[in-house]
Each structure stands twice: as structure tokens, then as C-alpha cells.
């Protein structure tokens, strides 16, 4: 999630929206605890869009 758009970043992680340089490791449901995952380019795509809007 980045602070200027609240939308996460293209590079984000694929599970968590985290950014890389502040992600270390996160919990969350469907994967438990992992550390910062490179997203698809499917959702590298998305999320571009999605911050364009
Ligand atoms: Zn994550």
C-alpha cells in the first residue's frame, strides 16, 4: 500500500499488497506467515490500472 494513492504498488506483494522494502514478514489467511512474493504480471497490469483510474 503506498501512502500517495492508497492503492498498492504495481510491484506490491502478491499476497499482502506490501511494499518489498517494508514488507520483512506478514501473516495473512490464505498463506500465513511468507515473506515479500513478486507479484504476476497479471497483477502488475491490475494494479497500474487501477492507480491510472
Ligand atoms: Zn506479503
Known sequence: MS????????????WC?????VHL??????VKWHGWTEPTDAQRKARMLARRA
Open 3 to 14: 501512502r500517495d494513492t492508497g492503492l498498492p504498488a504495481p510491484n506490491a506483494c502478491r
Open 17 to 21: 499488497d506490501v511494499d518489498k522494502d
Open 25 to 30: 514478514q506478514r501473516w495473512v489467511p490464505a
